[in-house]
């Protein structure tokens, strides 16, 4: 899913499909939202990961052991305010062989998500103002990065059990409940973000605006279904 988010409230109006929620969202000025990813299938659990974080591209990734890699990436480390922000999100199978990873619900914090009504995404991301790690971020307050006024349809359920990565791939198709032999192709798991503020929590009255980033260290988190956790930083000058 690639969202833009810009200065001017937008109206955002969501379609969800039986494995799927997409969003476009038409806005006053520049923001819109259109999904990259997809569900899949997996099979095997998390035990461990390790982060490794390169100043140079301003990434980081996370492997486990059953066979997927979690990466977060920015497309600068420093900004200025009101310059736009392009957030990357991918989940990608390390095997050279096709992957079935069953759904673990093990999110590391229940506020990572992909975009509003994207609840069968297996990762998710947020935002924090300020420098956090890994170990401290969930004692912050995400920034609200989508217009709180906007119109949205979710739907209440999915029934995702598992996800079915290709080989060597970020691309995979979704098992649900109600359809454990897809035949849908698959999709690519990546979620891209860009935007160039956030609307303050205490002011979601008709008329807020968006609100730019103010000067400053800020904290990206991503994490995924099953526990792999990454955080690059970024600053606003």
Not at 113 to 128: L, R, W
Request: aromatic letters at 8%.
């Amino acid at each position: 899913m690639k969202c833009k988010i810009g200065i001017i409230i937008i109206a955002t109006l969501f379609f969800a499909s039986t494995i799927g929620c997409s969003s476009t969202t038409t806005p006053a000025t520049s923001t819109s939202s259109t999904p990259v990813s997809s569900l899949t299938t997996t099979v095997s659990q998390i035990t461990s990961s390790t982060t490794t974080i390169s100043n140079n591209v301003n990434s980081a990734s996370t492997s486990s052991t059953n066979g997927l890699s979690l990466s977060l990436s920015l497309d600068g480390t420093t900004y200025q305010p009101g310059q736009e922000v392009s957030i990357a999100v991918d989940e990608a199978n390390t095997l050279s062989e096709i992957n079935n990873v069953p759904v673990s619900n093990n999110r590391p914090y229940s506020s990572l998500q992909a975009a509003p009504c994207d609840y069968i995404s297996p990762y998710g991301m947020a935002v924090f103002q300020g420098n956090y790690t890994t170990s401290n971020f969930s004692t912050g307050t995400p920034l609200t990065l989508y217009d709180p006024h906007g119109a949205r349809l979710c739907p209440t359920t999915y029934g995702i059990t598992s996800y079915s990565f290709e080989s060597s791939s970020d691309m995979a198709a979704v098992i649900e409940t109600s359809n454990p032999s897809p035949t849908n192709s698959s999709q690519q798991m990546k979620y891209e973000l860009t935007i160039n503020g956030y609307w303050p929590d205490d002011n979601f009255s008709s008329n807020s605006q968006l609100t730019s980033f103010e000067p400053g260290v800020y904290t990206v988190v991503a994490g995924d279904e099953w526990g792999a956790l990454v955080v690059v930083h970024f600053t606003v000058s």
